[in-house]
Each structure stands twice: as structure tokens, then as C-alpha cells.
């Protein structure tokens, strides 16, 4: 009989040619595959590119990243062997994720995150932990700023870049902190909950301007592009080669995706000259000379727009997608003055003041937490799209439901904690667009759908308005109403 001592088998006892092979296993179940399934040769010599094996793209749920055992990270622990095993492998660290709240990922591991992805294209991502973001960290600076150090130099191999942090000055700073060309970069997200009124990027005095001189940043395959208003109007005023990189169709003509411009959290602070360098004006002229430019968003953001008049500037704008969130009465009114859009599909918009405002001519409208003191009638008087969704709008009342001048046949409208209207009002807008729909001699409702939903009007609809709108709407529901006693009546 063996000796139980010697019979025992260590963890760090399973042979490379095993272990390998589970690792791979377990990477690619933890992985989304956006092409075509690809099991990493596991169970023999892998004949497949580098680049083929990167097709593969980490999922991207938050919480996946707060999970203790995020893959490959669980593995460092296990034993010296399996560190070793699993730092040899660099598709491994090709999803990299980084805490800059007060227990940050240490410096050492974040400088192996990157050497062990060699080669190879990766995503990173730093970011706090989601209970800390309310927190007053002084020092999120000084941790943010270690981690840029360490990442700049491998930016040129970067394909996502995420930083998701409190302060605007913690984030990189596009004209300062980034240099040379970025040919993989088809992301970059910098957000921050606060404008703190401080530009980001290195607060010493050695100056960044020759490095971007010699070596100045590209990104020509970018197609999404999320960053603080200051972030974006710096690195237009001081970078023209990130400027024309944008401007560039070659990448996107090719791929088809199209750019999306997402624009958050500024406003101009008197201390920087540079802030008002930068004008509404100058913003929309960009956008205009942007070929392939498919959704703008607007968070938050004031550019100085006192220059402009509604009389003489006029843009036109070639998005499908817009979204306006938050934005102050002036700006939101004057923007909407002298944009014009060719091929806006879906507008979104949500807090917005909106004053004297125009709506943005589109298909399908969202109106989402529009205080009751802002009116949506006459906003809503010259918008004729086919969808609309009115979420959480106390003034949507009988008087603008009449004034609805949706487009008929398959018209879909949704209505969402508006609690101010009666099923009086919704009928006579029903009526009145069912004689919009004779009176244009077509075979159809006017409605494909009308739902209610949420906090709703007091008093619901009765058994024979229920019967009324499902005679005259393809597709009616409204929440909260028994259908089985509405059923069971007709039966009867």
C-alpha cells in the first residue's frame, strides 16, 4: 500500500498541458463571441492569428467587473504556478480592469495587466466601485494620474478605453495625456459624475505641446466617443490631428458604423480663458464636417452660444439619433433655433427647459421628466413622427392630446406616468385622428398602438371605453385594468 503522504495530490500538481487548456476554456466561456465561435484550438496546437483570437469581446456587465472572481484575476491567487501558467497567456489580459477608489487596484498588478497582454489589442477599463461614487475622495486625482502614466505608453494597442470616475479633472486628458496614433481605437468613454471646473491632465508645468508636436494623437478607426464637454472643446482648440482624424471617412466609409458623439457635464469656468475659446458655434461647425456622424448626445453641457443668432446660423446636421439630456433653457432653445436635421429618425429628450424651444423633426419623439412647469404645448405643434413616448411629463394634459398631429396608419403612442389627462381626452384624440384616416381614404386605424401605463389618471376607463378603443385601436392596453372582467362581460 502507497504511502497517503506521498499518494496526496497538490493543486499545484496538474501538468501545463492540462491546465492550459481548462484556463482557455474557461476564458472563452466568459467571453462574448461577436463573429463566428472559435474554442481557441484547446485541445491542440492553435493555428489561428493573434488578431483571430481577440475576436472574441469580454462581456461588458458591471457587474462582471465587480465579481471577485473575475477571470483571470481569481487564478493570481490560487498559487505561484497557476500565476505563472496564466501571466504566460496574453489573450488572457486583454480585458483589463482597474479600481481608482480608496482601495485601488495596486500599482504593481496594473503594470502587470499590461505587460501581459504583450502585443496584443485590449480594452481597459477604471473605474470606482459603484457605493463610492457619492463619496468626497481628494485623492482620486493622484490615483487617476498613476494609473494614465501607466497606461499612455500602450495606447497605440488599445481598442476601449473607459474611464468612469467623481471629479472631471481625474479623467485623461485627450490633448495632453494622449500621443501618437491609436489605429485600434474604436472607443473612448472618459465620464465623470462632477464637473469640478479644473482641467484634467498633468498639473506640472512641462508642457505636452512637443510631444504633440513630434508625436501627435490619431484615432481614425474611433466610432464612439464619450467625454466632459472641457475634455472635448481642449482637444479641439489644441490637437488638429485628433480633429481631423474625426473628419477622416476612410476608417468609417469601410467598417459602415458610422461616429457617435456623446457630449456631458460642462460648463464654461471664468478662471479658463480656454472654456470660452470654444463656442457653440465652433461645436456645430465640427459636426457638420463630420461625414459619418450617426447619434449626438447632449448631457449637462453649456457651450458659450451667446454669439449665435437664430436669424443669421444655421446648421444642418445628418444624425439619425439624437439625445438631449438636462440642458438649461437658453442653450436647449437656441440649439434647437439653428440645428436642422435631413435624416433624424429618434430624438430623446429628458429634463431639458423648454422655453420657446423647437422640436427636432423626427420620426419617433421621446419626452422623458419634462418639469410641470414647462409646457408641452405648443413644443409638440409642429412635431407630425409617427411614434411618440411620453414618460413622467405632469403637463401632458387633454389640451395637448388634442393637439397632436401624428402621422396616421400606424401611429404608436406611449404614455408613461402622465397622470393628467382623462380617458375623455384620449378618445377625442382617437376620434380625431380615425377621421384624419377617412377623410385620407385608408383601410386603417390610426393607432397600431396606444398604451397607458405607470401613474396613471384617477379614474380608469370603464368596460364600454375599453370596448370603444379596442374597436378603434389596433392595439390598446392600459395598465392596472382587469381584461378577464371586460372579457367575461362581452361574453355574456
Same mark, same amino acid.
Given at each position: 500500500?502507497?504511502?497517503?503522504?506521498?499518494?496526496?495530490?497538490?493543486?499545484?500538481?496538474?501538468?501545463?498541458?492540462?491546465?492550459?487548456?481548462?484556463?482557455?476554456?474557461?476564458?472563452?466561456?466568459?467571453?462574448?463571441?461577436?463573429?463566428?465561435?472559435?474554442?481557441?484550438?484547446?485541445?491542440?496546437?492553435?493555428?489561428?492569428?493573434?488578431?483571430?483570437?481577440?475576436?472574441?469581446?469580454?462581456?461588458?456587465?458591471?457587474?462582471?467587473?465587480?465579481?471577485?472572481?473575475?477571470?483571470?484575476?481569481?487564478?493570481?491567487?490560487?498559487?505561484?504556478?497557476?500565476r505563472s501558467v496564466a501571466e504566460s497567456i496574453s489573450v488572457f489580459w486583454t480585458r483589463i480592469v482597474i479600481f481608482v477608489d480608496s482601495n485601488p487596484t495596486p500599482l504593481?498588478?496594473?503594470?502587470?495587466?499590461?505587460?501581459?497582454?504583450?502585443?496584443?489589442?485590449?480594452?481597459?477599463?477604471?473605474?470606482?466601485?459603484?457605493?463610492?461614487?457619492?463619496?468626497?475622495?481628494?485623492?482620486?486625482?493622484?490615483?487617476?494620474?498613476?494609473?494614465?502614466?501607466?497606461?499612455?505608453?500602450?495606447?497605440?494597442?488599445?481598442?476601449?478605453?473607459?474611464?468612469?470616475?467623481?471629479?472631471?479633472?481625474?479623467?485623461?486628458?485627450?490633448?495632453?495625456?494622449?500621443?501618437?496614433?491609436?489605429?485600434?481605437?474604436?472607443?473612448?468613454?472618459?465620464?465623470?459624475?462632477?464637473?469640478?471646473?479644473?482641467?484634467?491632465?498633468?498639473?506640472?508645468?512641462? @508642457?505636452?505641446?512637443?510631444?504633440?508636436?513630434?508625436?501627435?494623437?490619431?484615432?481614425?478607426?474611433?466610432?464612439?466617443?464619450?467625454?466632459?464637454?472641457?475634455?472635448?472643446?481642449? +482637444?479641439?482648440?489644441?490637437?488638429? @490631428?485628433?480633429?481631423?482624424?474625426?473628419?477622416?471617412?476612410?476608417e468609417r466609409s469601410v467598417s459602415g458604423l458610422g461616429l457617435e458623439i456623446s457630449v456631458t457635464n460642462f460648463a464654461p469656468n471664468y478662471s479658463i480663458a480656454k472654456d470660452?475659446?470654444?463656442?457653440?458655434?465652433?461645436?456645430?461647425?465640427?459636426?457638420? @464636417?463630420?461625414?459619418?456622424?450617426?447619434?449626438?448626445?447632449?448631457?449637462?453641457?453649456?457651450?458659450?452660444?451667446?454669439?449665435?443668432?437664430?436669424?443669421?446660423?444655421?446648421?444642418?446636421?445628418?444624425?439619425?439619433?439624437?439625445?438631449?439630456?438636462?440642458? @438649461?433653457?437658453?442653450?436647449?432653445?437656441?440649439?434647437?433655433?439653428?440645428?436642422?436635421?435631413?435624416?433624424?429618425?429618434?430624438?430623446?429628450?429628458?429634463?431639458? +427647459?423648454?422655453?420657446?424651444?423647437?422640436?427636432?423633426?423626427?420620426?419617433?419623439?421621446?419626452?422623458?421628466?419634462?418639469? +410641470?412647469?414647462?409646457?408641452?404645448?405648443?413644443?409638440?405643434?409642429?412635431?407630425?413622427?409617427?411614434?411618440?413616448?411620453?414618460?413622467?411629463?405632469?403637463?401632458?394634459?387633454?389640451?395637448?392630446?388634442?393637439?397632436?398631429?401624428?402621422?396616421?396608419?400606424?401611429?404608436?403612442?406611449?404614455?408613461?406616468?402622465?397622470?393628467?389627462?382623462?380617458?375623455?381626452?384620449?378618445?377625442?384624440?382617437?376620434?380625431?385622428?380615425?377621421?384624419?384616416?377617412?377623410?385620407?381614404?385608408?383601410?386603417?386605424?390610426?393607432?397600431?398602438?396606444?398604451?397607458?401605463?405607470?401613474?396613471?389618471?384617477?379614474?380608469?376607463?370603464?368596460?364600454?371605453?375599453?370596448?370603444?378603443?379596442?374597436?378603434?385601436?389596433?392595439?390598446?392596453?392600459?395598465?392596472?385594468?382587469?381584461?378577464?372582467?371586460?372579457?367575461?362581460?362581452?361574453?355574456?
Amino acid at each position: 500500500m502507497h504511502d497517503l503522504h506521498h499518494s496526496t495530490s497538490h493543486i499545484d500538481s496538474i501538468p501545463n498541458e492540462l491546465l492550459i487548456p481548462i484556463f482557455k476554456y474557461v476564458y472563452a466561456d466568459s467571453c462574448l463571441d461577436l463573429t463566428t465561435r472559435h474554442d481557441f484550438c484547446l485541445f491542440g496546437p492553435c493555428t489561428c492569428s493573434e488578431e483571430r483570437k481577440v475576436a472574441f469581446e469580454w462581456t461588458r456587465c458591471i457587474e462582471n467587473f465587480l465579481d471577485p472572481n473575475l477571470f483571470p484575476i481569481v487564478l493570481l491567487l490560487v498559487c505561484r504556478k497557476w500565476r505563472s501558467v496564466a501571466e504566460s497567456i496574453s489573450v488572457f489580459w486583454t480585458r483589463i480592469v482597474i479600481f481608482v477608489d480608496s482601495n485601488p487596484t495596486p500599482l504593481p498588478l496594473v503594470r502587470s495587466f499590461f505587460e501581459c497582454s504583450r502585443d496584443l489589442p485590449f480594452d481597459v477599463t477604471v473605474m470606482r466601485r459603484p457605493e463610492t461614487y457619492g463619496e468626497s475622495d481628494a485623492d482620486e486625482y493622484k490615483r487617476c494620474r498613476a494609473v494614465i502614466d501607466i497606461m499612455m505608453p500602450h495606447v497605440s494597442r488599445c481598442s476601449t478605453i473607459k474611464f468612469d470616475v467623481i471629479h472631471s479633472s481625474s479623467l485623461p486628458s485627450i490633448s495632453k495625456d494622449f500621443h501618437g496614433l491609436a489605429p485600434k481605437l474604436t472607443e473612448l468613454h472618459l465620464l465623470c459624475r462632477i464637473d469640478d471646473g479644473v482641467p484634467s491632465g498633468p498639473r506640472s508645468q512641462i @508642457s505636452s505641446h512637443q510631444n504633440q508636436t513630434d508625436n501627435p494623437f490619431s484615432c481614425p478607426a474611433l466610432t464612439h466617443i464619450e467625454v466632459d464637454g472641457r475634455n472635448f472643446a481642449h +482637444a479641439y482648440l489644441d490637437l488638429p @490631428s485628433w480633429r481631423q482624424s474625426l473628419q477622416d471617412p476612410t476608417e468609417r466609409s469601410v467598417s459602415g458604423l458610422g461616429l457617435e458623439i456623446s457630449v456631458t457635464n460642462f460648463a464654461p469656468n471664468y478662471s479658463i480663458a480656454k472654456d470660452f475659446q470654444y463656442t457653440l458655434h465652433d461645436f456645430l461647425t465640427f459636426l457638420e @464636417s463630420l461625414p459619418y456622424l450617426r447619434k449626438l448626445s447632449l448631457a449637462n453641457v453649456i457651450f458659450p452660444y451667446h454669439t449665435l443668432s437664430p436669424l443669421n446660423d444655421h446648421f444642418i446636421l445628418s444624425v439619425s439619433d439624437l439625445a438631449l439630456k438636462d440642458l @438649461s433653457n437658453g442653450f436647449f432653445t437656441v440649439f434647437t433655433a439653428v440645428v436642422g436635421f435631413d435624416s433624424l429618425y429618434e430624438a430623446f429628450i429628458e429634463n431639458c +427647459a423648454l422655453g420657446s424651444a423647437d422640436v427636432p423633426p423626427c420620426d419617433r419623439l421621446v419626452l422623458s421628466k419634462i418639469d +410641470a412647469s414647462e409646457s408641452l404645448w405648443p413644443f409638440l405643434m409642429g412635431w407630425g413622427g409617427s411614434a411618440l413616448d411620453v414618460r413622467d411629463c405632469p403637463s401632458l394634459d387633454d389640451t395637448v392630446l388634442q393637439g397632436l398631429r401624428m402621422e396616421i396608419g400606424d401611429a404608436h403612442l406611449f404614455l408613461r406616468d402622465c397622470p393628467n389627462f382623462t380617458v375623455k381626452g384620449l378618445k377625442k384624440l382617437v376620434r380625431n385622428m380615425n377621421r384624419r384616416v377617412t377623410a385620407a381614404n385608408l383601410d386603417s386605424h390610426a393607432f397600431e398602438i396606444l398604451s397607458v401605463d405607470g401613474t396613471r389618471p384617477e379614474v380608469p376607463p370603464s368596460i364600454q371605453e375599453l370596448e370603444w378603443f379596442d374597436k378603434y385601436v389596433d392595439i390598446f392596453t392600459w395598465e392596472g385594468v382587469d381584461r378577464s372582467i371586460y372579457t367575461s362581460t362581452i361574453r355574456t
